[in-house]
């Protein structure tokens, strides 16, 4: 079937827009098309499909994630006049603890400013009790409500291109033709295969698989444990990428990336003498976890993720490797909004103005993957991770020091900063010339760190 593009079709008054999915980036794309149609002085009419319902807790109103919003979408979000509740809010985040089987060290969020917060997408994991918990979907969504979206709690399960547009429905009795289809479905493979039908060049996002659970705690078991540090973990465990701990107020999630992240894994780093001496010592990390789940992640992004009247965002598109996902939602979801109402909804149009947003993401995940393939070196390199802890710790014990090894790490950790931009800071050679100095002082026989490894 060829596919050709219609460069002239435009949204008008009137037109309708069917968003499938009010995850993060169908609801950001919502709020910025309605915001700038209603700049525009143009009239739509947009209905956001989501198959979740968000008041629920467990998986049935989840959509998993460790729930950091880095500070780089704190501050995008504020910048449009967006704050985000504090009552959406888990935890503020103002430090990184660094754990290896070395020892482990504190950083301190570089400017005051910063601010990091711990969200639960839902409303709290399975057999969650607190009914206060809000969930950061569904103050998206209601944004978007707000604005004139209509909310539609269906799963879409048929679409179907006519010769004026596209035909979206979630039963055969129900289905209602729409200008434009915005596919935020996230990595749902089988809302993914939907969009066969109606975007065929469209290459589906690789992914693999990774672990989310969540520990019940005290309130103030937390504190004491974990205080406000997301505490993440760079150990010798095949596998393993990414490791962190992130608390929130009454639980803590835990979060593994990597490679095909099965149970066999998640015992191993769970039982680790480092991830088991960041809990109360009479707590049982190895009691099975009443919510937890192994969800997709994006490892290299979509292709062709347009067509005549199609955009797809998101993880459905392109998103951040292995980070702020959240905030990857956010630029696609903006970019498309802007593209539709200022530019127009035709292939040519989408491969102008939302494409090249999604390639400068793609092209900074190469840099980020190389940056993995390294930090896999370094987690097997004890002399490596010696180095840096001891870098990190003249660094933060020096007010009047660069940072330059706790900011970089910082942006890692956070998602707060390309990794174009990241790995020229690690380059740096006055950071690899601390490094390499910091190695060999604490590889001395003389070097007291403070190990907790025995
Ligand atoms: C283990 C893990 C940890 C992560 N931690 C973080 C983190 O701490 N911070 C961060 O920024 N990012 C994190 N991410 C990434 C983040 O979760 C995603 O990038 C983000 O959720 C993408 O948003 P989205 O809207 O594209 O997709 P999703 O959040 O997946 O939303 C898609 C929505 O579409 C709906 N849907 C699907 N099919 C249909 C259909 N047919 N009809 C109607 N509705 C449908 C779904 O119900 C869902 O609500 C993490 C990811 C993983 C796997």
Redesign the pocket.
């Known amino acids: 079937m060829t596919h050709s593009s219609t460069p002239g079709i435009e949204l008008a008054n009137g037109s309708r827009i069917a968003v499938?999915?009010?995850?993060?980036?169908?609801?950001?794309f919502s709020y910025y098309a309605l915001e700038y149609a209603r700049v525009f002085g143009l009239s739509i009419e947009l209905d956001i499909?989501?198959?979740?319902d968000?008041t629920r807790v467990g998986a049935s109103g989840c959509?998993?994630?460790?729930?950091?919003?880095?500070e780089s979408?704190v501050q995008d979000l504020a910048t449009d006049g967006l704050v985000i509740p504090s009552d959406i809010i888990q935890r503020k985040i103002n430090t990184y603890t660094m754990h290896t089987e070395q020892g482990a060290s504190v950083i301190h969020i570089p400017s005051n400013e910063h601010r990091i917060a711990?969200v639960f997408?839902g409303c709290g994991p399975r057999g969650c009790l607190d009914k206060n918990v809000k969930g950061f979907?569904k103050y998206l969504l209601g944004l978007c409500h707000k604005k004139g979206a209509r909310i539609i709690h269906?799963?879409?399960?048929q679409m179907e291109l006519t010769d004026d547009g596209i035909l979206v429905g979630?039963s055969k009795a129900d289905v209602t033709k729409y200008d434009l289809v915005v596919g935020?479905?996230?990595?749902?493979k089988?809302?993914?295969n939907?969009f066969k039908n109606i975007c065929p060049a469209y290459v589906k996002p690789k992914v693999t698989r990774?672990?989310?659970s969540e520990f019940m705690m005290k309130p103030a078991d937390i504190k004491e444990s974990f205080g406000n540090s997301m505490h993440v973990f760079l150990l010798n465990i095949p596998r393993i990428t990414f490791g962190?701990l992130?608390p929130k107020e009454n639980y803590v999630t835990l979060?593994?990336?990597g490679q095909d992240i099965n149970k066999d894994v998640v015992q191993t780093f769970i039982t680790s003498n480092q991830v088991r001496a960041c809990f109360p010592e009479d707590f049982p990390v190895e009691r099975t976890m009443p919510c937890q789940c192994y969800?997709?992640?994006?490892i290299r992004a979509g292709d062709h993720a347009y067509a005549d009247r199609v955009v797809m965002?998101?993880?459905?598109?392109s998103?951040?490797l292995y980070?702020?996902?959240?905030?990857?939602?956010f630029i696609?979801?903006k970019a498309a909004a802007s593209t539709v109402i200022f530019e127009g909804i035709s292939e040519s149009h989408f491969k102008n103005y939302y494409a090249p947003i999604c390639r400068d993401m793609d092209r900074d995940n190469q840099v980020g993957k190389l940056i993995f393939h390294v930090t896999k070196r370094i987690q097997k390199s004890p002399v490596l991770k010696r180095g840096i802890l001891s870098l990190i710790e003249r660094e933060q014990a020096d007010s009047h020091s660069a940072f330059r090894m706790s900011s970089a790490l910082w942006d890692t950790f956070t998602?707060s900063a390309g990794y174009r931009n990241i790995l020229r800071r690690f380059l740096h050679p006055a950071l690899l010339g601390g490094l390499l100095n910091s190695a060999v002082i604490s590889s001395l026989p003389s070097f007291k760190s403070h190990d907790y490894e025995k």
Request: charged content about 15%; proline content about 3%.
């Open positions: 499938i999915g009010g995850g993060p980036a169908g609801s950001f499909f989501e198959a979740k968000f959509n998993q994630c460790g729930g950091i919003i880095s979408l711990s997408r979907d269906k799963k879409v399960s979630h935020a479905v996230g990595l749902n089988k809302s993914l939907l990774t672990y989310i962190a992130i979060v593994l990336l969800p997709f992640i994006n965002i998101g993880d459905s598109a998103s951040k980070k702020n996902g959240i905030g990857a939602a696609t979801g998602g």
